[in-house]
């Protein structure tokens, strides 16, 4: 099993960054490279990733296309959410999203990701060889996109907030 912790920092407020990192189609866009998609077989294909709802990818790595089934197993707004993969390609997958505020008004973003290979003699090889740099290749790329999405002015084309609490975002 291998564990990846990557910790970014976003100069945005932590609800904006708590959502945009539930957001489904920020995780699309985050990961275009891979022609993923969030299939109709789970129960959302839009919007924000709630507790207990699934969600199914399909996308393509290693040329070889991919379902994976994740359910938001732990949310806690806006310092933590946990997603389990419950069917997929890892014998297991479990991501923890954690946000701090900072005092200059940044956000802290850490994802701690714990990832078991398939294949229970050869995963451990190719968690060593492969797996572990794919990943948090994967991770830095999707924190990259919420970082930039959440800095800029685009948050507003994938997050809708009743008028009081959106000026309080803006800033």
């Known amino acids: 099993m291998i564990r990846l912790q990557e910790t970014t920092v976003i100069d945005a407020p932590i609800q904006r960054c708590f959502d945009l990192a539930r957001s489904v189609e920020v995780h699309l866009i985050a990961n275009v490279h891979s022609g993923e998609q969030a299939l ?9 990733v709630g507790l207990g709802q699934k969600v199914t990818w399909r996308a393509k790595h290693f040329g070889i296309w991919h379902n994976l089934t994740s359910e938001t197993t732990a949310l806690e707004p806006p310092s933590h959410f946990q997603v389990t993969m419950i069917q997929g390609i890892f014998r297991s997958m479990q991501a923890d999203h954690l946000f701090r505020a900072l005092p200059s008004g940044a956000t802290e973003m850490k994802d ?6 398939p294949l229970p003699l050869l995963g451990p090889l190719a968690e060593v060889l492969f797996l572990r740099r794919y990943m948090l290749a994967l991770v830095r790329e999707r924190n990259a996109v919420i970082k930039q999405i959440a800095e800029s002015s685009e948050w507003r084309h994938y997050l809708s907030y009743p008028e009081a609490l959106r000026e309080d975002l803006s800033q």
């Open 40 to 48: 109709a077989v789970g129960e959302i294909t839009s919007g924000l």
């Open 112 to 117: 701690i990701f714990a990832i078991a290979a």
